[in-house]
């Protein structure tokens, strides 16, 4: 069995609409440790007969960075809190635990997907999936993602998008960088355009408490900037990408 039909028979054991409640309140077990540069750990959480896999990002196995402020799982938070409140469902369901088998840190719903997949994979695959990718190209430049490598786009069993990895997210003042430039130039989506308006005027408050009020200002401000240009920008330097790419 691989470690995907693994993840799969686990995640099946779960009740319907339990992998919140999982999340938020499962018994945490180690499985292994996943390459990063940061200390991330693969790990099951079971409630009695329920049970699932989830990635854990603890605050003690964060590698200091110049540029980045500690903080890299409450960023993983307020990513996935952005998502649901724009109604996009791009990010698995995140929380934060305080009971981590090493300390504080943010829990994330597994997503089973082919590894082989990724953002270079998926471009251009169909019609859906480009919109798909336009959406988080468009919920990048929101978060100001410093970060997203292909291998941070996966697509799961259903052929859905899913962005992963948002704790490089949110800084007010470090540039965008992105695999995600194939659209640079489009008009956006006036839905999502309108979608990401609301934020100019009011940050849900469920997401406010898990930002700064430097990076709640920051992404009121690229709301605007997002309204007035209607379109993605380009990246004028041809420099703009994170490394390794994948």
């Known amino acids: 069995m691989t470690a995907e039909d693994a993840a799969r028979e686990l995640l099946g054991a779960a009740r319907p609409g339990a992998e919140g409640e999982l999340l938020a309140s499962g018994e945490i077990l180690p499985i292994a440790r996943l390459v990063s540069s940061n200390q991330t750990f693969l790990v099951e959480i079971r409630d009695g007969q329920d049970a699932g896999w989830a990635v854990y990002k603890p605050v003690l196995g964060e590698r200091p960075l110049e540029d980045f402020p500690p903080g890299l ?7 996935y ?6 109604g996009w469902g791009l990010v698995p369901e995140t929380v934060v635990r305080e009971d981590g088998p090493f300390g504080v840190g943010s829990l994330q719903r597994f997503v089973a997907a082919d590894p082989e997949e990724h953002y270079f994979t998926l471009l251009g695959r169909d019609p859906g999936t480009d919109d798909a990718l336009r959406r988080l190209a468009v919920f990048d430049l929101l978060v100001r ?13 259903a052929e859905r998008i899913w962005g992963i990895d948002h704790g490089l997210c949110f800084h007010p003042h470090a540039p965008l960088r992105t695999v995600i430039w194939d659209f640079a130039g489009e008009a956006i989506d006036p839905g999502l355009v309108e979608d990401a308006a ?8 469920v ?6 009020p430097e990076e709640i200002r920051g992404l009121r401000g690229r ?6 240009a209607g379109a993605l920008p380009e990246d004028a330097t041809g420099m703009a990408f994170p490394w390794p790419l994948i």
């Open 73 to 79: 799982h409450r960023r993983e938070r307020a990513a």
């Open 81 to 86: 809190l952005l998502s649901e409140s724009l």
């Open 145 to 157: 993602n410093t970060d997203r490598k292909a291998g941070h786009v996966l697509l799961d069993d």
């Open 198 to 205: 609301a934020l100019i005027d009011e940050v849900p408050a």
């Open 207 to 212: 997401l406010a408490a898990v930002l700064e």
């Open 223 to 228: 709301a605007r900037f997002l309204l007035a």
